[in-house]
T-cell receptor
Framework: ETGVTQTPRHLVMGMTNKKSLKCEQH?????MYWYKQSAKKPLELMFV???????ENNSVPSRFSPECPNSSHLFLHLHTLQPEDSALYLC??????????????FGPGTRLTVL | DAKTTQPPSMDCAEGRAANLPCNHS???????VYWYRQIHSQGPQYIIH???NNETNEMASLIITEDRKSSTLILPHATLRDTAVYYC????????????FGQGTTLQVKP
């Protein structure tokens, strides 16, 4: 139990569906992240939010739309996905600042399958 | 951030020390070395980090060479539950939030 929860844990969706992934952190951190892990590939950073402001977008296609309503919650809205978007989507949080270790705590991930 | 090089896989006997090497020859003075691991189908887990001194915590020890161009993660008494992919990451202390994961080393602990 890392203090970062993700729902759902598994999701199967068609290419025309709209769905959302949810992440919640109970650690009082000020930064949250979305990562994508495709089969046999390294984790890829998708988005970074610091104090609810998006500070990084790693050339992610617009069919992925993040939302950070407050520092504890992070969403990833999905629409018109492709089969190659099937992957494990991981959320993480950290406390960023001069005196922090910047250790990132990861959730268990959402296993997404796009049919 | 500097790039790291790790062997793709290693084996270790249960109960023995596992020594995982990492090369980061282009590391700069304000970059830290972080180690994470990922057990199959779970999220990565932080292990340890260091700048230039050797570090130890309840999970592992980190040995950084004097020139800081390489480091070794040591799991002193490996168990079957330590079987995982281990990632060595170099990160600028000022580069907020960015962890760049490589392929890592798959450590297989065998009975």
């Amino acid at each position: 139990e890392t203090g970062v929860t993700q729902t759902p844990r598994h999701l199967v969706m068609g290419m025309t569906n709209k769905k959302s992934l949810k992440c919640e952190q109970h650690l009082g951190h000020n930064a949250m992240y979305w990562y994508k892990q495709s089969a046999k590939k390294p984790l890829e950073l998708m988005f970074v939010y610091n104090f609810k402001e998006q500070t990084e977008n790693n050339s992610v296609p617009s069919r992925f739309s993040p939302e950070c309503p407050n520092s504890s919650h992070l969403f990833l809205h999905l629409h018109t996905l492709q089969p190659e978007d099937s992957a494990l989507y991981l959320c993480a949080s950290s406390q960023e600042g001069s005196y922090s270790y910047n250790e990132q705590f990861f959730g268990p991930g959402t296993r997404l399958t796009v049919l | 951030d500097a790039k790291t090089t790790q062997p793709p896989s290693m084996d270790c006997a249960e109960g023995r020390a596992a020594n995982l090497p990492c090369n980061h020859s282009t590391i700069s003075g304000n970059e830290y070395v972080y180690w994470y691991r990922q057990i199959h189908s779970q999220g990565p887990q932080y292990i340890i980090h260091g700048l230039k001194n050797n570090e130890t915590n309840e999970m592992a020890s980190l040995i950084i060479t004097e020139d800081r161009k390489s480091s070794t993660l040591i799991l002193p008494h490996a168990t079957l539950r330590d079987t995982a992919v281990y990632y060595c990451i170099v990160r600028d202390s000022g580069n907020t939030g960015k962890l760049i994961f490589g392929q890592g080393t798959t450590l297989q602990v065998k009975p």
